[in-house]
């Protein structure tokens, strides 16, 4: 096997993929490997990522979804299946030289994605999860700025889930971090997990923390539902007219995309061509929003052009793709429907706003929920980021689910510390540099 490469056996099944026209898959992809890692050879290129396995319906979105969970950008990407095999080429970069990739533990969750057998059919009836094990982890640390965006990264890169955090400082001037957490590897009930998690958080943060994990048996993730008018202005589903020119230029540049549908080109198929900015998981809500309206793509090529708007590259996509019912998309209030949804969620995917909770501040991030029950992956990791860039502490934070506008939003509630360095409570100013700034590092302006 070649340097830098990371493979995975599959489960089952033996039938060769089918390569894309054009496209540059590794050399090395064979047909009995259903997850091969090409890892890049200098930090700055590309590594590829190939799936190649059984297709079941959203198969592409919940391989993304997982990519962009482990911190990874997607730059480009090929799709194609015959309605039972499909092959997957992603090319992939870590959003950030500060990432840690776990590339093993990558390849063995999209492994486990992998289904095991071709005879699933497209579209079945979308499974609830299963209830998850959730785990308090207690960390005793000296007050300082930024600390809640360090234990968060840290977390990340451990595939640790944060549900809950409770903060509150001791009369010494210590603050208690209480962590309600579930593991992505399902290994945190072992000593050697638990020890894994405290001892990677002492060495990074300092000796001067004392961390502990817990059963948290019996945690109930009760969230306090927003008042109406502030839930009614958060979920809308397009941005107001005050919100849409207070934006910045960066943001508004993104504002923008052109979505067609073309039936001329395939016997059976629908082409959708978009042609829009770049932004932080883009491909994702493509996919996302075509698994949730039931559209199967059956081919799609997501590719960038250096000449455009947003850190300089514009996206282009190229998707054939059918109904539930294996018709084209000809109805022309169907494409208008997709293409308006299509828009909605591409351009508009993450709502903030800064709202007044009595003599506090709050900081309010929401997204859509996939309807198998998934929230959009790093969403507080970036929003702490974001606050840490800007100085400002976080008094308390949390996180909830709530159904507004016929769907189920992930809500984050960020209580924020007032300062005179960064006065929030008198201060429109310095309150839309907060919502400016979480919304580009957000959307991928800042990392």
Not at 63 to 72: A, K, N, Q, S, V
Not at 147 to 155: E, G, K, M, Q, R
Not at 327 to 333: F, H
Request: hydrophobic share 40%; net charge neutral; with cysteine.
């Amino acid at each position: 096997m070649p340097m830098g490469e990371v493979a995975a056996r599959p489960r089952g099944g033996g039938v060769g993929g089918m390569v894309l026209g054009g496209s540059a898959a590794p050399a090395a992809v064979g047909g009995d490997d259903a997850v091969v890692m090409q890892l890049a050879a200098a930090e700055g290129e590309e590594s590829v990522v190939t799936i190649n396995c059984p297709d079941q319906a959203g198969l592409g979105c919940d391989l993304c979804h997982t990519i962009l969970e482990f911190g990874l950008r997607i730059t480009r990407g090929d799709v194609s299946t015959d309605g039972h095999w499909c092959f997957v080429v992603f090319w992939v970069v870590p959003r950030s030289s500060t990432i840690k990739i776990r590339w093993a533990s990558l390849k063995n969750r999209l492994m486990s994605m992998c289904p095991s057998s071709y005879s699933i059919p497209f579209y079945p009836e979308i499974s609830q999860p299963g209830p998850a094990k959730f785990y308090l982890l207690k960390l005793l640390s000296p007050d300082r700025k930024g600390l809640l965006h360090d234990v968060t990264h840290i977390l990340s890169e451990l595939e640790l889930l944060i549900h809950r955090v409770k903060v509150s400082t001791t009369p010494d001037g210590r603050v208690v971090d209480l962590f309600f957490i579930t593991d992505g590897m399902e290994l945190l009930h072992t000593k050697e997990r638990q020890e894994e998690t405290c001892s990677t958080l002492i060495s990074t943060l300092g000796p001067s923390i004392s961390c502990e994990v817990l059963s948290a048996e019996g945690f109930q993730q009760g969230f306090s539902s927003l008042p109406p008018k502030i839930a009614e202005e958060l979920f809308r589903v397009e941005l107001a007219d005050s919100e849409m020119s207070s934006l910045s230029a960066e943001l508004k540049k993104v504002q923008t995309a052109t979505i067609n549908f073309d039936n001329s080109l395939s016997p059976a198929h629908t082409l959708v061509q978009i042609i829009c900015a770049n932004q932080k998981g883009l491909i994702y809500d493509i996919l996302r929003t075509m698994k949730d309206c039931n559209i199967q793509i059956f081919y799609g090529r997501f590719r960038s052009d250096k000449k455009g708007p947003v850190n300089n590259v514009c996206r282009e996509v190229d998707l054939f793709v059918k109904q539930v019912d294996g018709k084209k998309v000809i109805d022309p209030e169907k494409q208008e429907a997709l293409r308006s949804r299509l828009r909605s969620e591409m351009l508009h995917p993450l709502r903030v706003m800064i709202v007044s909770r009595g003599p506090d501040t709050e900081l309010l991030v929401a997204n859509p929920v996939e309807l198998s029950g998934k929230g959009r992956p790093l969403v507080f990791h970036d929003a702490t980021l974001a606050l840490k860039a800007l100085g400002i502490c976080i008094f308390s934070a949390e996180i909830g689910r709530q159904a507004a506008s016929e769907r189920q939003w992930e809500v984050y509630r960020f209580l924020l510390d007032d300062s005179k360095e960064f006065p929030l409570a008198n201060s429109p100013t310095n309150r839309n540099r907060v919502v400016d700034r979480v919304r580009k590092t957000l959307m991928g302006c800042y990392n």
